[in-house]
């Protein structure tokens, strides 16, 4: 089969791999019908060292079931099912818990044996802990936020929910890339009637403001914090929805969050050491949020997105073939593109 | 009267200083009954810069109210009173929210116009909002217990009601100081049925068995985090509270803090930066906790102890008279006192 491939910084090639096959009995294999490029998969385009092998890339995907091992007994062939960002067994302490990026025997997309995203299909081990059926259709627009609800969307619920956003709560989401526009739309479905939108790309905050943004906040660093905290009697929002994952971006969350307020992290961060010392302390700022547990939301945002109410695949700007993959990576690096869907 | 005023490292003074009066008709003049060393009291003693002037010290006390302004409604002379470590107008939107350590009215104890806890008497700016009446005693352990509700006890009480403690979660205490232990006491309050505390001096670890730990661990760095994580199947518990503030013991906590889970700090943070990168991120922990907002947990603690459920005032070890005030910093810098009482 065709997939993605990643060689190092700007280096990625889509390629002819090893058809995918069941190993162990809890095995599906997933015929990919559509995939996308994350925000994330830009940090080893912009920095991975040169790989002679290369490895797999690409964890966002819905398709239809081809095959499942004897074991698999929630999903079977034809079924239409997405896949969160990371697999999980659905079973374990952690995964009852809600927090299956930390199951006992998930791990990644793109790793030894286990398929990449970004390809024809997929080996997905752990099929009935992993997979969830989805409705069957072949509605362009409700295919694109099915798939977000293997990552981005799932991500931006899972910063407004850790950091408590609810009706009372004012929200300010940095960043306006995929995640944090979903942060906006998740913001918004949980309540929050102020959200400060913090980005400067104006067709992306356009459509901040359509998912709820109500204040759109192009300023950064000390401007930017300037601007919040007039906008909120020098006080600050309750909550930050930090979506960028970059040292001036965390400082700049806490340069809004108001006292006793909640600042949640969901760009993977770019630093060892932050600032969380006695000024933190002195104001009860909590930090919270990290690798968002995909899987455990997705049956509940599921329900807002079959009825149309929420429309987070809007977030897809850009639509290309799989073996177009490379180009869609530059188009995303470059900012020409919001997020790019493979089809 | 006499009071205590610091000089510099390593120099309290016991000396004459003005009375007291009224300045605000808000204000109110409490004679003290008790007061105490807190652990943060240390730190200026260990290291503050030599100053010509001094300033005063002493952030916890109760006492009689002696006189009142004109629009003091709450409490009057006679009154038996406690006052929180910081002071407030118990009506801003942050009291209102339980923040009073965030309060728009608010000020610390030992500043321009206002005294310290350890000495004869104290002007309390904001009286109706500060101080919180007590049924008359002569009892000392009850007196203790009573002024533990000042700082310490409220502290742990913070730390473990932040951290998220109740009866399904796990608990490491770090820190065997008068905090900790009070950490201990408010996690069994809240129902916690394993309480882990870290801790070397075992004077101080039984009184932490008779407040509640189910098991001491004396061992640090990395063998104390390997220590807790065999003894909770290499998960670690679901909460940390950190009563130290130092960096080794934060980075201690965040080893021995399970995924998903909350660690919360009471120690004021001897360090500006530190490690929340990739590692916490990936792991979904959330970082908490701050000053003690004492007022507002006041009359919830004061219930129970009132009841002599709980005893908070164990943990002062040593009582002395106001004159012997120096020798108590030296003995609690020491460590020969785990907590000095001034009478």
Known sequence: MRATVIYGAGDVRVETVPDPKLLEPTDAIVSVVRSCICGSDLWPYASMKRSERGRRIGHEFLGLVEETGADVTTVGKGDLVVAPFVFSDNTCQYCQEGLHTSCEH??????????????????????????????????????????????????????????????????????????????????????????????????????????????VVAERGEEGIAKVLELTSGQGTHTVLECVGTKPAFEMGLGVVRAGGTLSRVGVPQYEEGPIGPALFRRNV??????????????????????????????????????????????MADREALKVLVK
């Open 106 to 215: 998930g791990g990644n997309w793109g790793t030894k044996d286990v398929d990449g995203g970004q390809g024809e299909a997929v080996r997905v081990p752990q099929a009935d802990g992993t997979l969830v059926k989805l409705p069957h259709t072949e509605d362009d627009d409700l295919l694109a936020s099915y798939l977000t609800l293997s990552d981005v969307f799932s991500t931006g619920h899972h910063c407004a929910t850790t950091a408590g956003v609810n009706e009372r709560k004012t929200v300010t989401v940095i960043g306006d890339g995929a995640v944090g526009l979903s942060a906006v739309l998740a913001a918004k479905r949980l309540g929050a009637e102020q959200i400060f939108l913090m980005g400067r790309h104006q067709a992306r905050t356009d459509l901040g403001r359509e998912f709820g943004a109500t204040d």
């Open 286 to 331: 909590t930090i919270t949020g990290g690798v968002a547990p995909a899987r455990h939301y997705i049956p509940e945002l599921l329900v807002d997105v079959l009825d149309g109410k929420y429309q987070p695949g809007k977030v897809f700007d850009r639509t290309i073939g799989l073996e177009a993959v490379p180009e869609g990576y530059r188009a």
